[in-house]
């Protein structure tokens, strides 16, 4: 009974799979969801392979997202990952970090990215109102004046390209030289990211929902 209950739900998912990956583009590796084959650490020199352990970490590659793209060109990949290591510790905090992903993912319509930072942006204690008024490009009176400073900085970076000397001021004032350096990094490191999986048209796995609305 067993066996066979194994052999069901086996068949199940290969099925399920199977029908994901029908339906994804004629450009799109079935294995990375991008439109690069996945890079094979076998493949290699010695260097590269260290960078490739240490990008992995303990866990090992993701198969899907910017960092087994990365290894295209390892020595990118290298201060890559470092500067989005660091970045998460930042003296703004996971919570700050987490916004001012969502802010860069949201500006590219990044539906790999932000599907990662929604769930973990309410884990740092982002209110639900505060992704939504950047999921759903809502004006930010009302919020915390923190939340809404960090928003307006992106949309301001992003879509004006310029910060107006108030707003770069109030970014200071509530998060230090530091702090408002750090949020502009950020939002630069997840806007990179968004670029890379743009380009390469990175489709969501199986099983992962769209969080940000369909155009």
Do not use: C
């Amino acid at each position: 009974m067993r066996t066979r209950t194994l052999a069901l739900v086996l068949t199940t998912a290969s099925t399920g799979l199977a029908i994901a990956q029908s339906k994804l583009p004629p450009d799109i590796d079935p294995k990375s969801f991008t439109r690069l084959p996945l890079v094979d650490r076998a493949s290699l020199d010695d260097e590269g392979k260290k960078i490739w352990d240490d990008v992995g970490g303990a866990r090992g590659m993701p198969a899907t997202g910017p960092a087994p793209l990365t290894m295209y060109s390892p020595k990118a990949a290298k201060p890559i990952h470092e500067l989005n290591q660091y970045l998460r510790t930042t003296v703004v905090g996971p919570k700050y970090f987490e916004l001012s992903a969502l802010v860069a993912a949201r500006e590219f319509d990044q539906q790999y990215e932000w599907g990662g930072h929604e769930p973990a942006g309410r884990r740092a204690g982002l209110e639900q109102n505060v992704i939504d008024a950047v999921k759903f490009n809502r004006d930010v009176a009302g919020l915390p004046e923190k939340d809404a400073t960090v928003i307006r900085l992106g949309r301001a970076l992003l879509r004006d390209k310029k910060v107006p000397p108030a707003l770069w001021a109030k970014t200071v004032e509530l998060f230090g030289r530091q702090g408002a350096v750090e949020i502009t990094a950020i939002i630069g490191d997840y806007v990179m990211a968004g670029i890379m999986l743009t380009a390469v048209d990175q489709q969501l796995p199986p099983g992962r929902e769209a969080l940000l609305p369909v155009k």
